[in-house]
């Protein structure tokens, strides 16, 4: 057994029976992709859809089908097209606008229907995308979603900081889960908001002590780029 595919087991076997797992793949090469697959992995997570997710997507072949596809990044207007054939949920939603725009071309991809996260910028940090961490920002957006034909509102995500002290992280992680439930009231129809995705290779740990119920992670599987 390889170390990409003992490291992904022994975290996946570390989490509870509820928290998924997705392999973050940014900057990995289809084998690695492939070693992964092959040990289990349900879901791959992509940062960015073109040339990178549409390279991998292409050349990994039949294998690819074997996976759900995460958008994890953030999704450029002109990528949006070349996305949807791809992922089979975008967790990145920051605005009812972005929403729209994604709505819009989900017919054109083929499909009826595309799962999606609210991406909530926890830390109210300048360079990260995300909605405000607030109930009355996460109302406008789950409303305006909940208005568009082609979309289905399945939870939310943040990143949380990239390094340092996982505690520090523990805030942002509280925070959006919080608003995970407060925004239950929110979402028309069955089923509700059911994901809260939190958490990468330096933090996940303390994000599912804080209720999420998906973890992204990438160097703690695949090791140092």
């Known amino acids: 057994m390889s170390e990409i595919a003992e490291r992904f087991i022994e975290i996946r076997e570390s989490l509870p029976d509820d928290v998924r797992l997705v ?39 039949e294998i690819r089908k ?6 994890i990044g953030h999704l450029q207007k ?31 991809a083929g499909k009826s229907m595309v799962p999606v996260l609210i991406e909530v910028n926890s830390g109210r940090e300048e360079n990260k995308y995300g909605i405000e961490p607030t109930e009355s ?45 407060a925004g239950q009231d929110y979402v028309e129809g069955d089923g509700g908001m059911e994901v809260l995705s939190m958490g990468m290779t330096n933090s996940y740990r303390v994000a599912v002590e804080e209720g999420a119920n998906m973890v992204r992670v990438g160097t703690g599987i695949f090791g140092p780029r």
Request: hydrophobic fraction near 35%; aromatic fraction near 8%.
């Open 66 to 71: 074997e996976v759900n596809w995460e958008m």
């Open 137 to 181: 920002a996460l109302e406008r957006i789950v409303r305006g979603i909940g208005q568009l034909d082609h979309l289905r509102l399945e939870g939310l995500m943040t990143m949380g900081p990239y390094r340092g002290d996982p505690e520090d992280a523990r805030p942002y992680f509280s925070v959006t889960r919080e608003l995970f439930e």
């Open 23 to 61: 392999a973050a793949t940014k900057s990995r090469s289809v084998d690695e992709i492939k070693e992964v697959i092959e040990a289990g992995a349900d879901y791959i997570g992509e940062n960015y859809t073109h040339p990178e997710a549409t390279k991998k997507f292409e050349k990994l072949g």
């Open 78 to 108: 002109n990528d949006i097209n070349k996305a949807l054939p791809i992922f089979d949920r975008i967790q990145t939603v920051e605005s009812v606008s972005k929403a729209k725009h994604v709505d819009k071309r989900v017919e054109k």
